[in-house]
């Protein structure tokens, strides 16, 4: 079996997919639909969204499967996004690549398979629309047109998804996506039994930036505070910008006490920022952190309720100290 090898520009295409915000979410409508049609539109048994992340390929839609995941290592996709068309192998078992692989050998059984790089809309392949079937068959032009543009769908629907989900002015997540990862994360931990720990934080002293300096300049301030927070946290951290002046962190695997340290790190880096920026003003912050038990099973929103209050009790009492 030949693993796949990685693309030239695999740091930016993990950036680019981790930017989507559509990893680990739900099953949805608009990509189900477009498997759907492609396993009636070919007769396949098997019809997938795929996404190739660092170590796995992960299914956003999948029909005539049940499982929503496989490793990279053994996957298909992960050589058909070194390819710019669709990477097509008629029969396995005659392809020294894969006459051995797990998924020709066991379940589910591939014999044929064709997949279509999905571009995100800056051109880079973060996965495939792909077709798999249980015996060997041809596939021709005309197949290739109608399977290019079936995976063209499936791009719109990633920009639309990553538009709905992010934030316009500082390009992290928005209050929408971050509840629909948050409450999947949340999921995740109490099913492995992990901790895991959401803050709160407030700018402080935010409006005096946009009344001495002018909204751009506010709206720069926000957007310097989200590459920190970028910087600083952990790709498997959810970070995003609430509205406002208002920004929230999950980390999941994470105790308060871990949470605690973190936010201090990233005190630090903002500090070092301040220092370096001299634009007549610094960026401070005020938190409040709470532990999710999974044994409890709290929903994201009692979690930010109760880091808001934690976090207002926390600035209310900096304004009796000034």
Known sequence: MKEPSFPENEALRLVTLKSLNVLDTPAEERFDRVTRMARRMFRVPVALVSL???NRQWFKSAQGIDTCETPRSVSFCGHAILGDDIFVIPNALQDPRFADNPLVTGDPHIRFYAGCPLRSAGGVKVGTLCLIDHVPREFEEEDAIALRDLAAMVEDELTAFQSATTDELTRISNRRGFLQLAQYGLNFCSRHHLPAALAFIDLDRFKPINDKFGHAEGDRALMAFAEVM????????????LGGDEFVVLLAGATRDDAQAVLEKFGGMLGAYNTRA???YRLYFSCGVVEFDP????????????GDAHMYAIKAAKRELH
């Open 230 to 241: 970028r910087a600083c946290f952990r790709s498997t951290d959810l970070f995003a910008r």
């Open 278 to 280: 001299q634009r007549g």
């Open 52 to 54: 190739v992340d660092e």
């Open 295 to 306: 044994a409890a099973s709290h929903s994201v929103e009692e979690l930010l309720a109760a």
